[in-house]
């Protein structure tokens, strides 16, 4: 199993720019999530999905837009581009509720900067 | 919504001794506490977790207890070992979208 898988490793945009961060997990999991970690920082929640179809949003929402229409992809899109956007950017999944015995399993996180 | 404040948020010690990382939240709701483990450049990953109905929960070199009533939780690392260099998060949740995390410790260990 790949486990979480992200593209792109890294990524440059201009503002105003728009672009896509891709997830996908092989483990069959319900959960899926998206954080971004600011520099120093720990990690914030963006968008969360229970299942396909489902999507629904995290601490930080704003600026993002998120689908879940299979199990395995939970791609987050970024519409007009802006600095506050340059972060590190994880997916992460859980077969259950994220909890004792369900372990959030990150990918290897897409680098992102806004100039 | 939970708000969780870590300390210290760098911590140096020599190889062998022991590190403990504090870290307390706000939300009396809070039920699940997951340690992550961070090491440059990787993902995180979980460590250690411990759930409200358990005071203390050890893995070999590494526990993790709780004070329900002061609200608090820390991370107890013994032995430390060159490889245990990282930065740790804390992080408290009573539900999916309510996971707060810290905002990390970096620990150094020095041989």
């Known amino acids: 199993n790949a486990g979480v898988t992200q593209t792109p490793k890294f990524r440059i945009l201009k503002i105003g720019q728009s672009m896509t961060l891709q997830c996908t997990q092989d483990m069959n999991h319900n959960y899926m999530y998206w954080y971004r970690q600011d520099p120093g920082m720990g990690l914030k929640l963006i968008y969360y999905?229970?299942?396909?179809?489902?999507?629904d949003k995290g601490e930080v929402p704003n600026g993002y837009n998120v689908s879940r229409s299979t199990t395995e992809d939970f791609p987050l899109r970024l519409e007009l581009a802006a600095p506050s956007q340059t972060s590190v950017y994880f997916c992460?999944?859980?077969?259950?509720?994220?909890?004792?015995?369900?372990?959030?399993?990150f990918g290897p996180g897409t680098r992102l900067t806004v100039l | 919504g939970e708000n969780v404040e870590q300390h210290p948020s760098t911590l140096s010690v020599q190889e062998g001794d022991s590190a403990v990382i504090k870290c307390t939240y706000s939300d009396s709701a809070s039920n699940y506490f997951p340690w992550y483990k961070q090491e440059l450049g990787k993902r995180p990953q979980l460590i250690i977790d411990?759930?409200?109905?358990?005071g203390e929960k050890k893995d070999q070199r590494i526990a993790v207890t709780l004070n329900k009533t002061a609200k608090h939780f820390s991370l107890h690392i013994t032995e430390t070992q060159p490889e245990d260099s990282a930065v740790y998060f804390c992080a408290a949740t009573s539900g999916i979208n309510d996971m707060r995390f810290g905002a990390g410790t970096r620990l150094t260990v020095k041989p």
């Open positions: 999905s229970v299942g396909a179809g489902i999507t």
């Open positions: 992460a999944s859980s077969f259950g509720l994220a909890g004792p015995g369900d372990e959030q399993f």
């Open positions: 411990i759930r409200s109905n358990v």
